[in-house]
């Protein structure tokens, strides 16, 4: 254990350190953005409905394909930025249960292949249906049974070498009891059949496999067979795809996520963005089930990011974004919200759920209590005044259940004359609102509703935020492009707390009172070598606390403050 005695040529030191390796611009990146915990709606204002299916980038433009939770026609949305989904309807009629769909395209014959599970019964067949189109319609070519048995869940790996693998679960009852196993094997250059059976596990309660590649390591991910239930993904791994495996399944690192349960998901496919730089490999889990009330929406997209010694981690973000073009990925951070802490009023409030709410920092864990509610009826609005006149050009808005079914967002620089920079008649429940627009110059920025989606009561935000995206914004620098401190270091000045991590780890930072109870967590997760930073949280009451940095469960730096 170290203690770090402040002194004001150590925050130079620190403040140095930061500004060299802590820093790099990216007002030139194209990141896009995931929101978890909320429902999703295509441009029309309808449920997306994508259950057991994948997620490809054909050309520009990103396709999310699956079914209803009924598992019956098989539907396709598209989307520039992963925000903004249109419907692209159904792009093959199936009979019930039908569901675990992949789409790869295949270069040589110039085709569009969708491989499912079809449904047969208990059990179901491979299905094949091929498209000249990402957006089909597809045409069914056949189904059949994979090795003379019955298969259940299944997927599709493509290779950086354009060759494709089928994943499978089967159940071969030919004995006249259930004998399950899980496996893979080659496809055929046309993708159409199954060329050589590569690998076979005998492991009686496994389904919902997905296979991802990291630097020449393959690992192959599956659920516990539980039917929608969600559980811990684990996975096997294995240097060439042709094997050797191991035969031991390992479970996903996730930290915090004390029930095993993938953050309350089935695992259903990894979608792998690669860039310049790297690839972000994305953990995308079904939440057919909603055990917490704060893990809301239907489907959760999470950065995966890995150990030295190649283990799995898959931490949980609310809200996070990812540079394709690079291959890498971040938190939104909160100095980037102009409105977090700012004076902010509103047409009216319910209970103790005042204005100033919305603007609070808050993270994934409490933020069910910590919300904007106004009284019934129409119009209301909410107002964040900014301080000063700024640059804007994004606003986003997490709503609650009772939230606004149409609405302006409007800008002002003298809290009389309003400009509209966003409408729609299309808001819904637990959704979130996020708009970019052309940047202006404002000081006040508003939510102005005229109808609400809950006549019995009025308006509830959880957040709202205002960013300017022209802004460079600090980005940690790529793990082993940059130089970092030998050893972690600790500081806090003005409310931020510094800190360095020397290796990729999993990283704690608590504050605890001087009794030991825990006031806070700020930071809970793996993180790559770096200086990063983290805000104290304004629900700490005033009082002397200690700050720890605990790095792989070790605590390696102590820190005392009065707030």
Known sequence: MHSFRITENFHRWCLVVFMLFGVATTSQAKWLTIHNDFNQFDLEGNPIRTRSGCLCKFGEKYYWYGCDQAMTNQTCYSSDDLLHWKNEGV?????????????????????????????????????????????????????????????????????????????????????????YSLGFSLMTPDYLGLAKKLQQWGNTDREASMMMKRRGRYYYLTSKMIYIDPSETQYFTATSIEGPWTTKLVPI?????????????????????????????????????????ARGGDYVWLPITFTPRDSVVVNYYQDW??????????????????????????????????????????????????????????????????????????????WDSSYAKSFKVQV?????????????????????????????TARYVRMHGTEGGNTAKGYSLFDFMVLNDDEATATISKPGKSPVPSE????????????????????????????????????????????????????????????RLRTDAKTVAILKVGL
């Open 412 to 440: 002002s620089t003298d809290n009389s004359m309003w400009e509209e920079v966003y409408s729609t008649t299309k808001g819904r429940s637990r959704a979130v609102t996020d708009e970019t627009f052309a940047t202006t």
């Open 253 to 293: 690192i996730a930290p915090g996520n004390t029930k095993k349960d993938s953050w309350s998901t089935q695992c259903d496919f990894v979608f792998p963005f690669k860039g310049t730089e790297d690839t972000v490999q994305m953990y995308c889990g079904d939440r057919w089930k909603r055990p917490e009330a």
């Open 91 to 179: 792009m093959l009629a199936a009979s019930r249960g039908t569901n675990r769909m992949d789409v790869i395209y295949n270069d040589s014959t110039k085709t569009y292949v969708m491989v499912l599970k079809w449904e047969t019964g208990d059990w179901c067949s491979r299905g094949i249906a091929t498209s000249p189109t990402p957006t089909g319609p597809y045409t069914k070519l056949f189904d059949s049974l994979v090795y003379g048995i019955k298969t259940g869940d299944i997927s599709v790996f493509k290779d950086d070498d354009g060759k494709a693998y089928y994943l499978y679960e089967l159940n071969d009852i030919r004995n006249g009891n259930d004998n």
């Open 488 to 547: 972690a270091f600790l500081t806090c000045k003005n409310n931020t707390i510094h800190y360095s991590v020397p290796s990729s780890v999993s990283v704690k930072l608590d504050i605890v009172d001087m009794r030991g109870k825990r006031a806070a967590i700020l930071v809970d997760g793996a993180k790559h070598p770096g200086v990063y930073e983290a805000v104290l949280p304004v629900m700490v009451s005033h009082g002397t606390y200690l700050i």
């Open 321 to 398: 974004e990812v540079d394709p073009d690079r291959g890498i990925w971040r938190e939104i951070d909160s100095k980037r919200n102009l409105a977090l802490q700012k004076t902010t009023t509103a047409s009216s409030v319910s209970g103790s759920n005042t204005a100033n709410k919305a603007t609070d920092p808050s993270t994934w864990e409490n933020y069910l209590n910590s919300r904007w509610e106004s009284e019934a009826g129409d119009p209301q609005w909410i107002s964040v005044n900014l301080g000063s006149e700024m640059k804007i050009n994004r606003v986003i808005l997490k």
